[in-house]
T-cell receptor
Framework: AQSVTQLGSHVSVSEGALVLLRCNYS??????LFWYVQYPNQGLQLLLK??????LVKGINGFEAEFKKSETSFHLTKPSAHMSDAAEYFC????????????FGTGTKLQVIP | GAVVSQHPSWVICKSGTSVKIECRSL??????MFWYRQFPKQSLMLMAT?????????EQGVEKDKFLINHASLTLSTLTVTSAHPEDSSFYIC??????????FGQGTRLTVV
């Protein structure tokens, strides 16, 4: 069984500041890890995914995440926040090559302050 | 990435009626589809997994007679909420994946039962 824990249900940053959203995972097998973004009343859009290749994963919209096995973490970062980044972000984990069901974290709502 | 279309995007129905939500993979064959439910300000909870041509596998606590899932073709799955009640009001999201692909998400359906 696998699970993810997102620390902080709400994060506020100033426009232009660093964005850091935390995610720790638990998995008995090498995990596939994902970050999704959800805008109000919309579905999920994949930001990036880790699939056991490079530990530093670059995604869309300037986001990236680093897989750290020793810390069981997969934190999402962006050097400079933009107003359009305000949304809810979900960390997720899947086993068996990422082809099985995806287990989501509880989400972190990102607020960007002008 | 691949496109998953979910319809309708929102629906209002009277208590006691049934509502059908469609999930279509537009440019790939979806061998497996997943249905999630998302309560306000909460994460996505997997309801069921369906493989084309097979009966859906429901997660613990999900009433299979209330949430009917059909996956009759490789591009279409439907979720029917039968005898809907106000407590069924929620955001329902489907995802679909091919034989060797990650899952792609639909845009979600906001169901309001009055």
């Amino acid at each position: 069984a696998q699970s993810v824990t997102q620390l902080g249900s709400h994060v506020s940053v100033s426009e232009g500041a660093l964005v850091l959203l935390r995610c720790n995972y638990s998995s008995s097998v090498p995990p596939y890890l994902f970050w999704y973004v959800q805008y109000p009343n919309q579905g999920l859009q994949l930001l990036l995914k880790y699939t056991s290749a490079a530990t530093l994963v670059k995604g869309i919209n300037g986001f990236e995440a680093e897989f750290k096995k020793s810390e069981t973490s997969f934190h999402l970062t962006k050097p400079s926040a933009h107003m359009s980044d305000a949304a809810e972000y979900f960390c997720a984990v899947s086993d068996k090559g990422g082809y099985q069901k995806v287990t989501f974290g509880t989400g972190t709502k990102l607020q960007v302050i002008p | 990435g691949a496109v998953v279309s979910q319809h309708p995007s929102w629906v209002i129905c009277k208590s006691g009626t049934s509502v059908k939500i469609e999930c279509r993979s537009l440019d790939f064959q979806a061998t497996t589809m997943f249905w999630y439910r998302q309560f306000p300000k909460q994460s996505l909870m997997l309801m069921a997994t369906s493989n084309e041509g097979s009966k859906a596998t429901y997660e613990q606590g999900v009433e299979k007679d209330k949430f009917l899932i059909n996956h009759a073709s490789l591009t279409l799955s439907t979720l029917t909420v039968t005898s809907a009640h106000p407590e069924d009001s929620s955001f329902y999201i489907c995802s679909a994946r091919g034989p060797v692909s990650e899952a792609f998400f639909g845009q979600g359906t906001r169901l309001t039962v009055v």
